[in-house]
């Protein structure tokens, strides 16, 4: 798996649990779900986790969120949430798992909870287990792990009115697509349709096309031919949700790309994309200035941009490929 396509699998997931983290609970750990009081509210604790996994030799883990709960008995505790999206079997996975969890414990004095979902494509990978021993001494650390491949059938996924039932048939087929782009076209028309089909409000459509759209990218061209699909699927149905976001993300800068010619295009589509990031969310990190500032595709410019407009956060942002 390429990084980019790492990241924005990442960042679809995170994204989803940011979205919706009490109905990710009810959907993937029952059991915890009902232990947890979600009418005291709850807490992402993004500093605390980005100072763990600098203390770590582990490496950055998008996926992970650390969220401070209130459960039903009153006490406070944390849950490690960690998505793991590898495509190749990790080996280590358990024991980071652990190293996690007791480095929470040993900076903070904290008791963490350790849940993870497992999307990756491989059948046999299914680690819930860290344990080394010697001499005597031994160590066990167990947590409980969900294998999106055999959560659900799909059968179920289908009837499930959840958004984690629609997210999880969209990892799914991510899955099955492959390397096959028209594969992954057919899959992102279909879905399109399944999400206007179930009755969603369109904060609910736009937050699950977010998804959508950061799993199954397309190259250019297929994008070209999605976005007109989805306009004429969006006029049809009378719902024109996605692109009316879609345009406010375009027209300006496509307008002046076309009209100021390529290379002045480019750079005003830039300065809007740059513009926009700061008015949002403040201070514009120096390598996301950077990426932007080297991109010379207009559609890409574009599509970050619409990804700008929708992002509730600069994590949200995995920026523009450098071509």
């Not at 009418?39 to 969220?67: M, N, P, S, Y």
């Not at 294998?147 to 289908?158: G, M, P, Q, R, V």
């Amino acid at each position: 798996m390429s990084e980019q396509t790492a990241a924005d699998m990442d960042g679809g997931w995170k994204q989803m649990i940011e979205d919706y983290l009490e109905e990710f609970f009810r959907f993937f750990f029952p059991d915890v779900h009902a232990s947890i009081n979600f009418q005291a509210g709850h807490k992402f604790l993004d500093k605390e986790l980005a100072q763990v996994l600098v203390d770590t030799e582990t490496g950055d883990r998008r996926a992970d969120k650390l969220i401070q709960v209130q459960w039903m008995d009153g006490t406070v505790e944390w849950i490690l949430l960690h998505v793991e999206v590898q495509a190749q079997r990790d080996a280590d996975f358990a024991r980071r798992m652990y190293v996690y969890n007791y480095r929470i414990w040993d900076r903070y004095q904290q008791p963490v909870i350790s849940l993870a979902l497992l999307v990756d494509a491989s059948a046999t990978f299914r680690p819930n287990r860290f344990h080394q021993g010697k001499g005597g001494c031994q160590l066990e650390f167990r947590f409980p792990a969900v294998k999106l491949l055999d959560y659900k059938t799909e059968a179920e996924l289908a009837a499930d009115p959840s958004p984690f039932a629609l997210a999880s048939l969209i990892q799914l087929r991510k899955i099955q697509a492959g390397r096959d782009v028209q594969q992954r076209y057919r899959f992102k028309l279909a879905f399109i349709r399944e999400l206007y089909s179930r009755g969603y409000a369109r904060d609910d459509i736009l937050k699950l096309f977010r998804f959508l759209d950061y799993l199954l990218r397309l190259p250019d061209d297929l994008a070209s031919r999605f976005r007109s699909e989805l306009e004429s699927i969006e006029e049809k149905l009378r719902m024109p949700y996605v692109t009316s976001v879609e345009r406010l993300a375009r027209q300006e800068g496509i307008e002046l790309g076309t009209k100021q010619g390529i290379e002045q295009g480019l750079q005003s589509i830039r300065d809007l994309l740059l513009q926009t990031i700061q008015i949002r969310f403040g201070q514009i990190p120096d390598p996301l200035r950077a990426s932007i500032n080297a991109c010379t595709s207009t559609e890409q410019l574009s599509d970050f941009h619409r990804q700008a407009l929708l992002a509730n956060s600069l994590d949200d942002l995995p920026g523009p490929t450098v071509i």
